[in-house]
């Protein structure tokens, strides 16, 4: 299946605890220039999806939090899934979304369908792809949530 967003980049990172954060900085603005001009020429929003060891995700977005905008939600596993209005602008962010549940994978992919302002950072310990080929998560989410895949390890 081709990615919705017409565009897939995957990028792996190795990032440690210390170094490379200034790199990862330099590569996320130079990244989000270019998604921005994209923007500006009507492609559609850039969802992030982000792989690996949770204390390094964690390091990761709180290097990009300065340049998400606005985090108008916030979703874990054992929460009831709340979306964002189609028209609010900002960040939706998942953590362990391999972990959402069946009804919320179809309510979150009807509303990535709606043309919402709402960018995605999705997080996920285990490939998406692996749940996907299992049967656990929906092969259209997963395309949808995975415009710009990052792979951080230690």
């Known amino acids: 299946m081709e990615n919705s967003s017409n565009l897939f980049?995957?990028?792996?990172?190795g990032i440690g605890p210390s170094d490379r954060v200034s790199q990862l900085r330099e590569e996320w603005r130079m990244t989000r220039a270019v998604l921005m001009e994209l923007q500006q020429m009507g492609k559609?929003?850039?969802?992030?999806l982000l792989t690996g060891m949770d204390i390094v995700i964690q390091n990761v977005l709180q290097v990009l939090m300065p340049d998400l905008r606005n985090p108008v939600s916030t979703w874990r596993p054992g929460q009831r899934l709340v979306l964002p209005s189609a028209t609010k602008?900002?960040?939706l962010i998942l953590?362990?979304?391999g972990d959402l549940p069946r009804e919320d994978?179809?309510?979150?992919?009807e509303?990535?369908?709606?043309?919402?302002?709402?960018?995605?950072?999705?997080t996920t310990r285990v490939p998406l792809q692996t749940r996907?080929?299992?049967g656990a998560f929906m092969e259209t989410l997963y395309y949808r949530l995975n415009s710009v895949s990052v792979n951080v390890t230690e």
């Open 105 to 109: 994978q179809r309510r979150l992919l």
């Open 9 to 13: 980049a995957d990028v792996s990172l």
């Open 132 to 134: 996907v080929q299992a």
């Open 95 to 97: 953590h362990d979304v």
């Open 111 to 122: 509303w990535t369908l709606t043309g919402n302002r709402t960018q995605v950072v999705s």
């Open 89 to 91: 602008a900002g960040t």
């Open 44 to 48: 559609p929003k850039v969802n992030l």
